[in-house]
């Protein structure tokens, strides 16, 4: 059975994704989310935490056994052989249960979010990249008031991403959010209405 449409939906953080998705499902298009599914592969007892407990040790655990994520991401933080063994325990395994996910949802297409889709190189995970773009002082705003930090901060994780001139320029489609929720919503409903004739032309 031919797999159904998937738009990769990405952004710099920030950026409105979250929204973005949240409308998406509110018409009924089945989501599929990196970050969701990056913390379910890593439940305890799952293969994933004991692959990476194996590698890490057992100080990234909190004591009910369950994995301890500020304490992982400060051992990754410095350290790119660390950051990349992670990736290495972590990818396969999210795109797995994406894969699995995907075949049993349905949906006339189905919207894959992955927040560093871009950053991970061309792939043959999606059909088609939607890309959620916002200028950088309200990603620097939003950034510092959601987790309550100062601006300097913000901008330094900002500048980990990728270019904002990167992520458009791999985008099949753009959404703007620049403006009102309204009419965030009404981008969306236009990029829903174009995405079920690209489904239904692929029968």
């Known amino acids: 059975m031919a797999r159904k449409l998937r738009i990769g939906l990405t952004g710099g953080i920030a950026s409105g994704k979250s929204t973005v998705s949240k409308f998406f499902a509110d018409l009924g298009v089945p989501v599929i989310d990196a970050d969701e599914v990056s913390r ?7 293969a994933g935490l004991a692959r990476i407990e194996h590698r890490f ?19 990754i933080f410095e350290d790119s052989a ?20 995907s075949e049993r949802t349905g949906g006339e297409y ?19 990249v939607l890309v959620v773009d916002a200028d950088e002082e309200s990603q620097v705003r939003r950034v510092m008031a959601r987790d309550q930090i100062p601006e300097q901060q ?27 929720v309204a009419d965030l919503r009404q981008s969306v409903a236009k990029l829903h209405a174009k995405y079920l004739r690209l489904a239904q032309s692929r029968h």
Request: hydrophobic share 50%; no cysteine.
């Open 82 to 101: 660390a950051r990349r063994d992670l990736e290495a325990i972590l990818h396969p395994l999210i795109r797995g249960e994406m894969d699995a996910l």
């Open 154 to 180: 913000a901008r330094a994780i900002l500048a980990a991403q990728a270019a904002r001139a990167a992520r458009l320029a791999a985008a099949d489609d753009v959404i703007s959010n620049s403006g009102s």
């Open 110 to 128: 189905q919207i894959f979010a992955i927040p560093l889709l871009v950053e991970a190189g061309p792939s043959d995970r999606v059909d088609r």
């Open 40 to 46: 379910l592969v890593v439940q305890p007892g799952s």
């Open 57 to 75: 040790g057992s100080g990234v655990l909190d004591g009910d056994g369950s994995l301890n994520r500020r304490a992982l991401r400060a051992l």
